[in-house]
């Protein structure tokens, strides 16, 4: 049974970094693409960044792009999400997330996410 479990979210000040971890465990990580998602009060999960079975090709939210970079490492089987100069607006509660289809492309569409973590909540004061 695939399980994902995040770590790394807290409060931090705007302009701040904080770096997620997911870590996957069930099967093996290589054959999954991952993604990263938040939840913010009162709105609907969102998408925020997409990645690869090998790491080469990323996509992120316009709101991300430039401040966030996504990762994995297939050897400990753990996905990473790196955010820096954090803003107010990125608080929210973050989830790690990954497909029903295994060896596929990267996406966007939370749709296509079936495997998701508890979430971590990342807080960010001005």
């Known amino acids: 049974q695939v399980q994902l479990v995040e770590s790394g979210g807290g409060l931090v000040q705007a302009g701040d970094s904080l770096r997620l971890s997911c870590a996957f465990s069930g099967r093996a990580l290589v054959i999954y693409t991952m993604g990263w998602f938040r939840q913010a009060p009162g709105k609907e999960r969102e998408f925020v960044a997409a990645?690869?079975?090998?790491?080469?090709?990323?996509y992120y939210a316009d709101s991300v792009k430039g401040r966030f970079a996504i990762s994995r490492d297939n050897a400990r089987n753990t996905a990473y999400l790196q955010m820096n100069s954090l803003k107010p607006e990125d608080t929210a509660v973050y989830y790690c997330?990954?497909?029903?289809?295994?060896?596929?492309?990267?996406?966007?569409?939370?749709?296509?996410?079936?495997?998701w973590g508890q979430g971590t909540q990342v807080t960010v004061s001005s």
């Open positions: 997330a990954a497909p029903g289809e295994t060896y596929g492309a990267p996406t966007t569409e939370i749709q296509s996410y079936v495997y």
């Open positions: 990645i690869s079975l090998g790491g080469h090709t990323t």
